[in-house]
């Protein structure tokens, strides 16, 4: 009983690599999201998905790109990592109207 | 664009005792639904309690309730015979009956002393 599976734990970056985040869930949850938390803050939506092969952008898109080929993996992508995304970022799914199940996130750091 | 305020960043309750944390939202749909989740320093996000926003009866999850006043557009958390594993952050979240977004206020830190 995975639930939502995120991987890396833990990475750090230097300033304009590139990564992707993975992120699966194992629910059938037909949505899906991306959201970011800073040092001491509340979480801040990146994008989400309402299924596959549709995305839309969130509160803080800027930076990021997303792709949902299947139901059950959401992706996150950082082009040019810059040090003003070191955050916690975490995937969650749902159903409409239900609760989110959160990943147990992932620590990024861009030195 | 709804909002989600949490006026308190900090709280503290000795243990057994009560405590309640605060949370208001703004909107202007009468169709939604609102979450109390916890993040202990594990980092994990943990589903508190939900009320829907039809329901007039507060939901309740053993010793935590919450007090849902639709008009006021406020949504607080009530901790009963706090224990020590009740020490996390604290997150009220909204979400639309039309959308699937999920917004959340900035959160409370809830210390719990001997």
């Known amino acids: 009983n995975a639930g939502v599976t995120q991987t890396p734990k833990f990475r750090i970056l230097k300033i304009g690599q590139s990564m992707t985040l993975q992120c699966t869930q194992d629910m059938n949850h037909n949505y899906m999201y991306w959201y970011r938390q800073d040092p001491g803050m509340g979480l801040k939506l990146i994008y989400y998905s309402v299924g596959a092969g549709i995305t839309d952008k969130g509160e803080v898109p800027n930076g990021y790109n997303v792709s949902r080929s299947t139901t059950e993996d959401f992706p996150l992508r950082l082009e040019l990592a810059a040090p003003s995304q070191t955050s916690v970022y975490f995937c969650?799914?749902?159903?409409?109207?239900?609760?989110?199940?959160f990943g147990q996130g992932t620590r990024l750091t861009v030195v | 664009a709804q909002t989600v305020t949490q006026s308190q960043p900090e709280m503290s309750v000795q243990e057994a005792e009560t405590v309640t944390l605060s949370c208001t939202y703004d909107t202007s749909e009468s169709d939604y639904y609102l979450f109390w989740y916890k993040q202990p320093p594990s980092r994990q996000m943990i589903l508190v309690i939900r009320q829907e926003a039809y329901k007039q009866q507060n939901a309740t999850e053993n010793r935590f309730s919450v007090n849902f006043q639709k008009a006021a557009k406020s949504f607080s958390l009530k901790i009963s015979d706090s224990q020590l594993g009740d020490a996390a952050m604290y997150f009220c979240?909204?979400?639309?009956?039309?959308?699937?977004?999920?917004?959340f206020g900035t959160g409370t830190r809830l210390q719990v002393t001997l």
């Open positions: 979240a909204y979400r639309s009956g039309t959308a699937s977004k999920l917004t």
């Open positions: 969650a799914s749902s159903y409409w109207g239900d609760e989110a199940f």
